[in-house]
């Protein structure tokens, strides 16, 4: 089972001349579609599946050990995990007989 995920990947406190290989390290992983750098910090994102039943606890383990093997040494990691399958939504609707349509076409005759 394969399911789809937003994930932005925050690395912290990490050698600055191991950025390269972090950057490579990450990317063997998951589909990085954009990265950026500001000053001690770097936040890879990009979308991809979690597949053969791994959870983004095994992710976030898979991307630690890359992550610290590439950087030589322990860093702070941060993962933001969005379930892109089922994400929370808003359903809006007006009827066309409604007091709401009926108040709006009222509004609209009166411009």
């Not at 394969?2 to 063997?28: C, L, P, Q, W």
């Not at 589909?31 to 994102?45: C, D, P, T």
Request: charged fraction near 35%; glycine fraction near 6%.
């Amino acid at each position: 089972m394969s399911r789809a995920y937003h994930m932005d990947i925050f690395i912290e406190n990490y050698d600055s001349g191991k950025s390269e290989e972090i950057d490579e390290a990450v990317t063997e992983i998951w589909n990085i579609e954009g990265s950026y750098k500001r000053k001690e910090e770097i936040h890879l994102y990009g979308d991809g599946n979690l597949s053969g039943g791994a959870s983004e606890e095994d992710f976030m383990k898979e991307v630690t050990i890359a992550v610290f093997k590439a950087n030589e040494a322990a860093c702070d990691i941060r993962i933001h995990a969005t379930y892109m399958e089922d994400l929370p939504y808003e359903y809006h609707s007006i009827e066309k007989d409604s007091d709401e349509a009926k108040e709006i076409l009222k509004e609209i005759q009166e411009e």
